[in-house]
């Protein structure tokens, strides 16, 4: 086991397990959110921490302050295994969150590595939510990188070969890693509807579960979800309310994908952050131009 790995429960190996980790990086809380959100609702058990102190520059990412019976107490940031084992399903699910390390990413990867190792994995899927410009009132766009035929039936969703080439994300070089270890590395990969704040895209978080779900035969309770959900339905409408140009925004990205029918794929992991930005500024800059007073409108693997 590597050193930088700390053991919370038993290390055996398990029933045929899938790995479904996700990094919380610049543009990763949906992801993480989904993937916590399955470890909440599975039970899952911790088995193992990666000790991030090697890994980040807390500078850069600081641990939180919060108040306990009036002393503080500080969150570190955690990197964290845990198992389970959904009803239906009939494999072991292995569940990783933890942040993007600042530094040494591959001794990080060697760490995750050791403890997958140990448990038997037999697939590795990395999940993954970029801003874009999807609207939250449609289906929220999602495709494959790096899955076989087989596996983009059961999600299905239209799966591609990884097109990228420039500075990657943590999550791509552990698709790799994983790739050749053995552990058939795919991404699933979903947009989050970029107007919408927060750390976590609710709309975003339920596409994520519900695909997994379809893809393993789990049935994930939605109900926690589906509340954050009406919460954000009720905030936008009060948003479009004093902001018109937002609901024009919206409007034109339910346009945009109502005539696509079915959706183009996202671009996902191969999305160039600039060029999100640029066409988003562009989209906005037609529709402000459009309007009188200037303002916007708009035979391989299985799961299972």
């Known amino acids: 086991m590597h050193?930088?790995?700390?053991?919370?429960?038993?290390?055996?190996?398990?029933?045929?397990?899938?790995?479904?980790?996700?990094?919380?990086?610049?543009?990763?809380g949906s992801a993480v959110a989904a993937v916590a959100y399955l470890a909440h609702h599975w039970d899952a058990q911790p088995v193992a921490d990666v000790e991030v102190?090697?890994?980040?520059?807390?500078?850069?990412?600081?641990?939180?302050?919060?108040?306990?019976?009036?002393?503080?107490?500080?969150?570190?940031?955690?990197a964290r295994f845990s198992v389970a084992r959904p009803e239906g399903v009939e494999r072991d699910i292995v569940l990783f969150v933890g942040a993007e390390p600042h530094l040494r990413w591959r001794a990080y990867g060697?760490?995750?590595?050791?403890?997958?190792?140990?448990?038997?994995?037999?697939?590795?899927?990395?999940v993954n939510a970029y801003p874009?410009?999807?609207?939250?009132?449609?289906?929220?766009?999602?495709?494959?990188?790096?899955?076989?035929?087989?596996?983009?039936?059961?999600?299905?969703?239209p799966s591609r070969a990884p097109r990228y080439q420039g500075p990657a994300a943590?999550?791509?070089?552990?698709?790799?890693?994983e790739r050749e270890r053995g552990r058939g590395g795919f991404s699933l990969t979903a947009i989050a509807p970029f107007y919408f704040e927060g750390p976590a895209n609710p709309y975003t978080v339920r596409a994520l579960?519900?695909?997994?779900?379809?893809?393993?035969?789990?049935?994930?309770?939605?109900?926690?979800?589906?509340?954050h959900i009406a919460e954000a339905d009720i905030a936008l409408v009060d948003a479009f309310a004093t902001q018109p140009e937002l609901e024009q925004v919206v409007r034109g990205l339910e346009q945009q994908q109502d005539e696509a029918s079915p959706p183009p794929p996202p671009a996902g992991e191969e999305i160039d952050p600039v060029a999100v930005l640029d066409g988003v500024e562009a989209?906005?800059?037609?529709?402000?131009?459009?309007?009188?007073?200037?303002?916007?409108?708009?035979?391989?693997?299985?799961?299972?």
């Not at 999807?134 to 035929?149: K, N, Q, S, W, Y």
């Open 53 to 78: 102190d090697g890994y980040f520059d807390f500078t850069a990412m600081r641990p939180t302050v919060r108040l306990e019976d009036g002393d503080r107490v500080i969150d570190w940031p955690e």
């Open 110 to 126: 060697e760490a995750f590595a050791s403890v997958a190792e140990a448990l038997g994995v037999e697939q590795t899927m990395l």
């Open 3 to 28: 050193p930088d790995v700390r053991i919370l429960g038993e290390l055996r190996p398990l029933r045929r397990p899938l790995l479904i980790a996700a990094f919380d990086g610049r543009n990763g």
């Open 209 to 227: 579960v519900t695909a997994i779900d379809r893809a393993i035969g789990s049935r994930t309770d939605l109900r926690q979800v589906e509340g």
């Open 283 to 304: 989209f906005l800059r037609a529709a402000r131009d459009a309007t009188p007073d200037g303002g916007p409108a708009e035979g391989g693997s299985r799961l299972v």
């Open 132 to 157: 874009g410009g999807a609207a939250h009132t449609r289906p929220i766009p999602m495709h494959l990188v790096g899955a076989d035929d087989v596996v983009a039936a059961q999600f299905g969703l």
């Open 170 to 177: 943590f999550s791509m070089a552990m698709a790799v890693e």
